[in-house]
T-cell receptor, first 114, second 112 residues
Framework: DAGVIQSPRHEVTEMGQEVTLRCKPI?????LFWYRQTMMRGLELLIYFNNNVPIDDSGMPEDRFSAKMPNASFSTLKIQPSEPRDSAVYFC????????????FGQGTRLTVV | DAKTTQPTSMDCAEGRAANLPCNHSTISGNEYVYWYRQIHSQGPQYIIH???NNETNEMASLIITEDRKSSTLILPHATLRDTAVYYC?????????????FGKGTKLSVKP
């Protein structure tokens, strides 16, 4: 397996534009996590899914952010409209079911909103 | 999930063992202890995890106290490439619950 795949790796967009980040989890994994990392806040959990169902979205900063998981092999994180303060590295991670399983992270998408 | 407390930073000489402590005094019986690290600009990397017993793999050893209120990650022979931020996390995975929440971590600097 190629691991967790995120696209794009880098995104530069203008304030007000819609941004869509994509994630392909490891095949067979039941959990999918979206994180945001900044120098100020560190690594924040935004939302996580179990079996394609959102379980906890309490970390989503505001209504401009939305996440979907239409099937077990694909998830998106959308920001509309984007703002400069959304600039960060966004990570996706996946893990399988079970108490002692590890989560694998993608390489991240570096988002810059100008 | 229980919270963890880690020192902000630590130094270690190359070739020596690095011992990274973590306090998780409110851990519950079904929570696992996980360790991850993040090398600059990369995604976090899984190192090791455990429930009650000490664990060892090719990367590190995990020592969990008998009361499970604290643990230590041991890198037996630290190299310069081990310079990273190390995160200690406690996590329960039960039915649909299983979030993975990162704290501030410990910035380990391995020096020549």
């Amino acid at each position: 397996d190629a691991g967790v795949i995120q696209s794009p790796r880098h995104e530069v967009t203008e304030m007000g534009q819609e941004v869509t980040l994509r994630c392909k989890p490891i095949s067979g994994h039941d959990y999918l996590f979206w994180y945001r990392q900044t120098m100020m806040r560190g690594l924040e959990l935004l939302i996580y899914f179990n079996n394609n169902v959102p379980i906890d979205d309490s970390g989503m900063p505001e209504d401009r952010f939305s996440a979907k998981m239409p099937n077990a092999s694909f998830s998106t994180l959308k920001i509309q409209p984007s703002e400069p303060r959304d600039s960060a590295v966004y990570f996706c991670a996946s893990s399988s079911q079970g108490g002692g399983t590890e989560a694998f992270f993608g390489q991240g998408t570096r988002l810059t909103v100008v | 999930d229980a919270k963890t407390t880690q020192p902000t930073s630590m130094d270690c000489a190359e070739g020596r063992a690095a011992n990274l402590p973590c306090n998780h005094s409110t851990i519950s019986g079904n929570e696992y202890v996980y360790w991850y690290r993040q090398i600059h600009s990369q995604g976090p990397q899984y190192i090791i995890h455990g429930l009650k017993n000490n664990e060892t793999n090719e990367m590190a050893s995990l020592i969990i106290t008998e009361d499970r209120k604290s643990s230590t990650l041991i890198l037996p022979h630290a190299t310069l490439r081990d310079t990273a931020v190390y995160y200690c996390i406690v996590r329960v995975v039960w039915r649909s619950q299983g979030n993975l929440i990162f704290g501030k971590g410990t910035k380990l600097s391995v020096k020549p």
